[in-house]
Structures are given as C-alpha cells and as structure tokens.
C-alpha cells in the first residue's frame, strides 16, 4: 500500500527564518503535487514535479523531486506570516488506469513575527 | 473559465437522513475525483468517474456511499442514512484526458457536511 509521509506534521518558524518541509513516498510515482490550504479552504495547486531532479520555485517557495530517495522538499526561504497555512504533498502515476492522488498527512506552518 | 464548482457549501443533515453532493467540472474536463477530508486530517481518495462510467471506487465504503457521472449534468455524491463520523469535508477534483499530457486535478471549494 503506498503511503506518503511528511515531516514535521507541525511547524512553527519566526518571520525571515528559512525552513524545509519533507515529503516521503513508499512506492514509484510519476508525479508529486504540492499544495496550500488555508483554514477552512480549498486546496491551491503549488507545484507540479513531473521528473527525477525537477526543481520549481515561486516566491519564497521552492519544490524539488528525487524519485530515486523517493523524496520532495519544500523550501521556505524568509518567512512571512502570509506563508502560514497547510501544506500537503501528493503523488500519483502509481496505476495505469487512475490517476488518484495519495496525500500526505500534512504539515502545519505557522509563522509569527 | 469557471473553476470546479461544488454544492452546496455547507450541508447539515440529522443522523439517518440523506446527503447528495453535486460537482460540476471544469469546462473541457471529463474526469472527476471525489475525495474525504475529515478534521485534522489530510485528503483520501474516495472515487474517480469519467462520463457514465466508475473507474475506481476502492476508496468508497462499501455501503451508504455512492457515485454517479450521468452523460448531463453533474457529479453526485451520495451518502445514504449518514452517520455522525461522515461529518467531513468532501472535496471533488476535475481533470483532462490522461493523453492529453495534462495531468493536473482542479479541486472545487469542497462541501462541508455536519450530521447532528
């Protein structure tokens, strides 16, 4: 059964801190998303990292892809409060008929000042 | 371009009563996800259906819960004589053809169901 863990499930940074959320998967994927939910919100799409090596940035986010550790991070470079959300990892690609996403359990960023 | 759009917004419902769900996908889209969010937790898949078809429900329970893409209209949820632990936020997600080398799913505003 693929299993998508992140680390840590809680995070707590000052403003101008940097910080890497990790993203661990047990099982071969083609593909693996990031995304941003606020409180009580939709998902937001952040990244999409389609190959081994791929590396995205926007803003003071950064994403990267190793499928051979089978591990993305996401960097956060000089926090600012407006980063505080959840931010959830999911892959797919892993059966040729669906393309379900399997997410991780979540990580929780809170940035004060 | 409308996004994916989902109602209702909020849905109360008391234990033993019916919830239906609805999802209309993004134009162009003909794939669509269902997906549970309970409190505190991430997303689980629950289901995927293209236009009249079910492709894979293995994340549906086996009873009280179903899922229909008719050729019109949109996608329906429904949870049948719910329970205070379906209280959750049900998320549907719309996607293109696999071929067409777009993969992204879109999520919709979700729909939060409360059983009291």
Known sequence: ?113 | NAGVMQNPRHLVRRRGQEARLRCSPMKGHSHVYWYRQLPEEGLKFMVYLQKENIIDESGMPKERFSAEFPKEGPSILRIQQVVRGDSAAYFCASSHFRTSGSYEQYFGPGTRLTVT
């Not at chain 1, 593909?31 to 590396?55: C, H, I, M, T």
């Not at chain 1, 990267?64 to 505080?84: E, F, G, M, Q, Y």
Request: overall charge neutral.
């Open chain 1, 1 to 113: 059964e693929l299993k998508v863990e992140q680390n840590p499930l809680f995070l707590s940074m000052q403003e101008g801190k940097n910080y890497t959320i990790y993203c661990n998967y047990s099982t071969t994927s083609d593909r693996l998303y990031w995304y941003r939910q606020d409180p009580g919100k939709s998902l937001e799409s952040l990244f999409v990292l389609l190959s081994n090596g791929a590396v995205k940035q926007e803003g003071r986010l950064m994403a990267s892809l190793d499928t051979k550790a089978r591990l993305s991070t996401l960097h956060i470079t000089a926090a600012v409060h407006d980063l505080s959300a959840t931010y959830f990892c999911a892959v797919d690609g892993i059966s040729s008929n669906t393309d379900k996403l399997i997410f991780g359990t979540g990580t929780r960023l809170q940035v004060f000042p």
